[in-house]
């Protein structure tokens, strides 16, 4: 069975653009979390999706959004990116909201 | 607020030496405990668990147990292998919330031949 799926593997942006990156979980899944890695740093909690209502929001900006579609694939936009968003950004999916994630392997996004 | 401390690596160990990883949380009530581990180039893959107190996760001859009166989560391996080498991170799931896992900042382990 296909894991958690993330796309593109790698992005490069400037400053102020805007950026949107895709998300598809285990067949079956109908959560799904974000969460970014800077480099060094353990993850960080950004959003979570559960049957595509928002569940929980870390402590991110507005420029940080996210949805959830009846497929339950999901999408995070970041607007008027800055130099300090480049990290790897990790989707994970679980059955529920409260089981054990998986994770896919990330989109790695850089800003110049 | 919730919070899990790791022990500051790199760790650098020969094959077949033990591992011990420090881990403890900062949480009210019983959080569920884990440990991921993330290989270069991938994302994380979980390790163990643990959700109630006293309980031992275990897993390709690694182990935590949830020491409650600690409020620790130390992992351990009897005898490490190179394809071990990778960053390990504690993290848990607030007690009574969403599925919110909160990490630690991960520790590099190198297991050399």
């Known amino acids: 069975d296909a894991g958690v799926t993330q796309s593109p593997t790698h992005l490069i942006k400037t400053r102020g653009q805007q950026v949107t990156l895709r998300c598809s979980p285990i067949?079956?899944?109908?959560?799904v979390s974000w969460y970014q890695q800077v480099l060094g740093q353990g993850p960080q909690f950004i959003f979570q999706?559960?049957?595509?209502?928002?569940?929980g929001r870390g402590n991110f900006p507005d420029r940080f959004s996210a949805r959830q579609f009846p497929n339950y694939s999901s999408e995070l936009n970041v607007n008027a990116l800055l130099l300090g968003d480049s990290a790897l950004y990790l989707c994970?999916?679980?059955?529920?909201?409260?089981?054990?994630?998986?994770f896919g392997d990330g989109t790695r996004l850089s800003i110049l | 607020g919730d919070s899990v401390t790791q022990m500051e690596g790199p760790v650098t160990l020969s094959e077949e030496a033990f591992l011990t990883i420090n881990c403890t949380y900062t949480?009210?009530?019983?959080?569920?405990l884990f440990w991921y581990v993330q290989y270069p180039g991938e994302g994380l893959q979980l390790l163990l668990k643990?959700?109630?107190?006293?309980d031992k996760g275990s897993n390709k001859g690694f182990e935590a147990t949830y020491r409650k009166e600690t409020t620790s989560f130390h992992l351990e391996k009897g005898s490490v292998q190179v394809s071990d080498s990778a960053v390990y991170f504690c993290?848990?799931?607030?007690?009574?919330?969403?599925?919110?896992?909160?990490f630690g900042a991960g520790t590099r382990l190198a297991v050399h031949p």
């Open positions: 949480a009210t009530g019983y959080p569920s």
């Open positions: 993290a848990l799931i607030p007690s009574g919330g969403y599925n919110k896992l909160i």
């Open positions: 994970a999916s679980s059955p529920t909201g409260n089981q054990p994630q998986h």
């Open positions: 067949s079956g899944h109908k959560s």
């Open positions: 999706y559960y049957e595509k209502e928002e569940r």
């Open positions: 643990a959700t109630k107190a006293d």
